[in-house]
């Protein structure tokens, strides 16, 4: 077991399990504080949690408060991330700053990634991934999330790439950085608000103790780094790929035009999406949410057992 970093505060309930070696699922907090809106954020994050609980796994809601990282999170602490308006949101550039000026920070993709592995955490459930936006080829705007699963070692399940972003050139970068991209139970890698991107997925697993095996196997190469782990939206749940593309392509030009750039840019996106389709965007996405935490949790348990 991974003995983890006196900088971070553990939960009780989290570090027993650590200590045990019982299966946790990171999760993180910026789609508390950027992503839904309150209160729906802090209900879907405790149903969340719930849905791991019932998956035999232990949940650890990632997030820095008054500058101290914290794995595992209770309800009064899920609340003051969905509902005060000067959470930061917190990629891993932002962390030595909010830890220094004690602020309270939700945690990205990259960030949650990097708190969670030095908890000893190896799965990370999330809902999409960031990574080579649009136009990057001129405004070199590319998730620090793609750089962090080059790094590590942490599975993270999400249901692909959010649609907003260049997928083609996403998937091109991961494998440069040598991350497998395995998508479950499908030949297409997903597209967050879709079950299909348009592109193939560059590998197939169908259960989760595959997932688990591989995870395994990868670590004990020494091949450092995470591994990608999509899952699609359910069928009754997705938004056709041509029905949200014209709303995202919508919600794009709309930012362009306002000159909304970095770290702005998702959480204006989604938010504009939300109101573009008339609340269908958030369903989907509090539904794909759920079903990456159950896919999560049975990964978390297969991976523990092994």
């Known amino acids: 077991m991974t003995t983890p970093h006196p900088m971070l505060k553990l939960a009780d309930e989290v ?26 954020n802090v209900q879907t994050a405790r149903e969340v949690e719930d849905i791991i609980r019932e998956g035999g796994a232990v949940p650890a809601t990632i997030a ?37 000026r004690g602020e309270h920070g939700a945690t990205t993709v990259a960030s ?86 348009g592109f193939d997925s560059p590998l197939r697993l169908d ?14 190469l020494g091949l450092a780094g995470g591994m990608v782990i999509a899952n699609p939206i359910p069928q009754a749940d997705e938004i056709p790929e041509e029905q949200i593309g014209v709303l995202i392509a919508k919600a794009v030009a709309e930012a362009d035009q306002l000159g909304i ?6 959480p204006y996106l989604l938010g504009r999406i939300v109101e573009l389709s008339g609340g269908d965007s958030l369903r989907a996405n509090i539904a794909l949410v759920k079903n990456n935490a159950r896919l999560g949790a049975a990964i978390a348990v297969a991976y523990a057992a092994l």
């Open 15 to 40: 570090r027993q399990a650590l200590a045990d070696g019982r299966p946790v699922v990171a999760l993180e907090s910026t789609i508390i504080s950027h992503g839904m809106p309150y209160p729906k």
């Open 64 to 100: 820095v408060l008054h500058g101290i990282p914290r794995v595992g999170l209770d309800d009064d602490e899920l609340d003051l991330l969905g509902s005060d308006e000067h959470v930061r949101k917190v990629s891993i550039r932002d962390l030595p700053y909010v830890i220094a």
């Open 112 to 197: 949650t990634m990097r708190l969670a592995a030095l908890a000893g955490i190896r799965v990370f459930v999330t809902g999409g991934l960031g990574g080579v936006h649009r136009g990057a080829e001129v405004s070199m705007d590319i998730s620090a999330d793609l750089m962090e699963l080059g790094l590590t070692d942490v599975g993270v399940v999400s249901a692909g790439v959010k649609s907003l972003l260049d997928i083609g050139r996403t998937l091109e970068v991961l494998e440069t950085l040598g991350v497998p991209v395995v998508s479950v139970g499908s030949d297409d890698f997903p597209s967050f608000y879709s079950r299909s991107s």
């Open 207 to 220: 259960t989760p103790d595959e997932v688990a095996r591989a995870m395994k196997a990868k670590w004990e």
């Open 261 to 266: 750039t970095g770290a702005a840019i998702t």
